[in-house]
């Protein structure tokens, strides 16, 4: 579980681990993720944090090593670390472009990557990739951010694809806009005003989703796109 230190992964690690499943916490933020830990094991669970920078390749290897040492298998892989951009592109930085895009699209390729051969001995894995709506459709500004989530879709689809016959279903989850830390100080009025439902997601309602996907009950779904978005690309 990347990014399970705050938001979306805490709720999912959260959900997960009171469904019986180990859970091992990879984020940059490790009080953060040492809490995560603490919260899970008091609750009866089971849980582990890995310091990992999803942009770094040799961190991958490791943090995928820790977790067969501690747990002894690998079943299932969340890939829900993210950033954002904000500015129209006229403005956006080539930093800016390459530091969204590295966080957001190429820890996906990087954690496939390093986590797939575990995942096929496991024989029942499952890949679940947190993009968001703003991977399915544009808002005008964000480029770094949109470009990267579509990219997810796109790499989740061609990643089933290639393991379809080898134990490993990968799907993409597409949030609409959820009540976490990555909002910041946008506007929330103006966020529920663009909803359908008129109310932000809570990272409960994206948890419960990447858990069913993550699941049994998910057995025959592959490459697919799961958007919850409170009605915004209806
Ligand atoms: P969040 O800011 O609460 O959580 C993001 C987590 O990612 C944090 O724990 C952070 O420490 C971690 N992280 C950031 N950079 C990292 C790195 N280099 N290596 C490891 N971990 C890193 O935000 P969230 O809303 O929970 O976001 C989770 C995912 O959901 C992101 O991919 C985000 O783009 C996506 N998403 C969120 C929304 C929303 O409205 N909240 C909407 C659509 C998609």
Do not use: C
Not at 15 to 43: F, K, L
Not at 80 to 85: E, F, L, V
Not at 147 to 172: D, F, I
């Amino acid at each position: 579980m990347t990014g399970g230190a705050s938001g979306i992964g805490k709720a999912t690690a959260a959900r997960i681990a009171a469904e019986g499943g180990s859970v091992v916490i990879a984020d940059v933020q490790d009080a953060a993720g040492a809490a995560v830990v603490t919260q899970i094991e008091n609750s009866g669970g089971k849980a582990a944090f890995v310091h990992l920078d999803v942009t770094s390749e040799s961190g991958w290897a490791d943090a995928v090593a820790a977790t067969v040492a501690k747990f002894g298998r690998l079943d299932i892989l969340v890939n829900n670390a993210g950033i954002g951009d904000t500015e129209p592109i006229e403005v956006t930085t080539l930093d800016t472009w390459n530091k969204v895009v590295a966080v957001t699209q190429t820890s996906v390729f990087l954690g496939m990557k390093a986590a797939g051969a575990a995942l096929k001995e496991s024989g029942n894995g499952s890949v679940v990739n947190v993009s968001s709506m703003y991977g399915i459709v544009g808002s005008g500004v964000s480029p770094a951010y949109h470009a990267a989530k579509g990219a997810v879709r796109l790499l989740t689809k061609t990643t089933a694809l290639g393991w379809a016959t080898e134990g490993v279903r990968v799907n993409s989850v597409h949030p609409g806009f959820i009540d976490t830390p990555i909002l910041g100080d946008t506007d929330r009025d103006m966020l529920i005003a663009g909803t359908p439902m008129a109310r932000l997601g809570k990272p409960e309602e994206i948890a419960a989703m990447i858990t069913f996907l993550a699941s049994d009950d998910a057995s025959f779904a592959t490459g697919a796109e799961f958007i919850v978005d409170g009605g915004y690309t209806a």
